[in-house]
């Protein structure tokens, strides 16, 4: 791919309005494209023109998208090839990876701009990798021909090799992390709409149970549930795209104890768990990512015994680090700090391998039964938090971690449970989403309240009813991943309409969304799921008291 020429691309699709309008936006970018309409043509076009990207539909007539894929993954696997496909079906993106797609669009690409970045990335990728290949072969031949003349600095040179194919993986696991970001966005978009159901539902229940009722206490375990899952969601995506998290001083200890209750619960006697859990000083964390750290070692421990059982201990204590144990770990100074140790009685780590265990990807479990994600993000969380983390292990006698995290002088601030106000109203809101199940919550709850509702499940139904109501309206409620108009072009047609209808966002997935082009967009508040009914009914009463001039003829509803 030279700069001399234009880059060629090939768009396979079977329907020739996505084929033309990808080849349109393509030459517009300065792009020389090559269309087609089933994978067999393109198949025969790509091996007579040998295009520098192809772009491929997943599911097509007699030929299908995996098959062109795998076809050309075995021809060139050096050219990019880019799946697009409109069934939104996580094991299909998962599977085309796996195959050697370098990246999955979803159709359809209403925001063009996705495509071009996609094509970008994909070019500049190959780029890179040929330069790369380039760069080794040169670099073989020049170790090559030193060796030759001068065998004393053998050592030196294949020292330099092995540093040259280790950048090699880290690139690769940098473009694996890449994916699993994207990939990542879409699963906390669906996973958050399920969380809100269960939220919601748990609430409906919880209001239409009798006082005193023992399922009320059931309810609020799901409502607990749920928020752990909800943060849980946040780590994900934490780690696949390195977002930095808000710090605080908090006690470990509450959360090692609360992660060792459900740790005995579902791990079996013939493990002993054995633990000594002393308070020690705060440190800056978080509790969630805290209770990832203990649920994730000490699983490893148990399926290291899970066969022969054993025994596993968890131990917490306060310790004073010294200068000389300090000197010996990169990440640590001398000072007091939470010591965390976890020990098994299993199986043990091969020597061999006990360097590469915190590496991403790298497992010593059987396909399917692990990730190799575990321990690297242990580690990545210690890290972030001024920490280290250390590791003994002995072939058949057990393995042993242990997680220093610096104590700080900041008072712990634990959360303090409140009781949920639910504020009545008697507006009229218009409630916009594609998933029934979170229209019915939310028309649920907010009947519940006092308020009437009017209810759509198309963004566009929802548009051409505000046009026919809009004086009868008080406030919009809409989802913003929508099938036809998004819930951020439905709130600036909306507001064209009329410009002082309060708007509120709902979303799973903020990424995209920053405060300047929901202001341009007319919404006044992004409300993120999965969102408690306090908090819905918090929000809407304050802006529509905003609305009336601070005016409030409701009343709170505690429960």
């Known amino acids: 791919m030279g700069n001399d020429k234009k880059i060629t691309i090939l768009s396979i699709d079977d329907e020739a309005s996505i084929r033309e309008s990808f080849a349109a936006h393509l030459e517009d970018d300065g792009y020389h494209t090559l269309i087609a309409e089933d994978g067999s043509v393109g198949l025969e076009i790509f091996q007579r023109d040998h295009p520098d990207l192809v772009l491929v539909d ?14 050309v993954v075995k021809e060139s696997p050096e050219t990019p090839i880019i799946v697009v496909s409109g069934t939104g079906n996580i094991r299909d993106a998962i599977y085309a990876l796996r195959l050697g797609a370098w990246n999955y669009l979803l159709k359809p690409i209403e925001d063009m701009s996705i495509l071009t970045h996609a094509v970008e990335s994909a070019l500049e990728r190959a780029r890179l990798l040929n330069e790369s290949r380039e760069h080794q072969r040169h670099l073989e031949e020049a170790v090559a021909e030193k ?19 280790k950048l090699q993986e880290q690139l690769v696991q940098a473009q694996k992390m890449e994916s ?45 549930a749920a928020n752990r899952a909800t943060d849980l969601v946040k780590q994900i995506l934490t780690f696949s795209r390195m977002d930095n998290q808000e710090l605080l001083p908090i006690m470990v200890w509450p ?9 005995r619960a579902s791990i079996p006697t013939t493990i002993e768990i054995r633990q000594n859990i002393a308070p020690t000083g705060n440190v800056m964390a978080d509790p969630t990512q805290v209770y990832q750290i203990v649920m994730n070692l000490c699983t490893n421990a148990y399926h290291s015994m899970q066969e ?5 201990e968890v131990d917490l204590q306060e ?81 042993r971690f242990i997680i220093y995290l610096p104590v700080v002088k900041d008072e712990a601030k634990p959360a303090e449970k ?77 507001v064209k309409i009329r410009h002082d209808i309060p708007v509120i966002l709902v979303t799973g997935f903020s990424e995209g969304l920053n405060d300047e082009v929901i ?15 306090d908090k819905l009914s918090q929000i809407i009463r304050n802006i529509l008291d905003e609305s009336h001039g601070g005016q409030s003829p409701n009343n709170s509803d505690e429960s």
């Open 180 to 224: 699993i970001g994207t990939l990542a966005g879409g699963i906390a978009h669906d996973f958050n709409n399920i969380l809100t159901s269960i939220v919601g539902f748990a609430y409906l229940a919880k209001m239409n149970s009798p006082k005193g009722s023992a399922g009320i206490d059931f309810l609020d375990r799901v409502a607990e």
């Open 319 to 399: 310790v004073i680090i010294d200068a000389d144990f300090a000197s010996m770990h990169v990440n640590l100074k001398p000072g007091l700090y939470a010591s965390l140790s976890i020990r098994d009685t299993g199986q043990g780590i091969d020597p061999t391998i006990i360097d590469r265990i915190f590496d991403p990807y790298f497992t010593t479990k059987e396909k399917g039964k692990g990730t190799g994600l575990g321990l690297s993000v242990v580690h990545g969380i210690v890290r972030r938090y001024g920490g280290t983390i250390t590791v003994a292990s002995e072939l058949t006698k057990g393995t």
């Open 58 to 71: 997943l599911r097509m007539k007699e030929v299908d998208g995996l098959d062109v894929l795998e076809k």
């Open 418 to 494: 409140t009781a949920e106000s639910l504020i009545r109203g008697n507006e009229t809101v218009l409630v916009v989403d594609d998933e029934k199940s979170m229209v019915i919550i939310n028309r649920e709850m907010l009947e519940s309240l006092g308020y009437k509702v009017i209810s759509c499940l198309d963004s566009r139904d929802a548009l051409k009813m505000f046009r026919e109501r809009h004086d009868k309206i008080d406030l919009v409620l809409t989802d913003m991943t929508m099938p036809g108009m998004t819930g951020l072009t439905l709130a600036r047609e909306i």
């Open 255 to 263: 959360t090692v104890k609360e992660a060792m209750k459900l740790l």
């Open 308 to 312: 022969t059982g054993g025994v596993l």
């Open 519 to 533: 202001k341009k967009a007319g919404v006044r508040e992004l409300l993120m799921k999965p969102y408690t009914p």
């Open 147 to 165: 060796t030759r003349e001068l065998r004393l600095s053998n050592e030196e040179l294949q020292q330099e090799i092995r540093e040259r194919k």
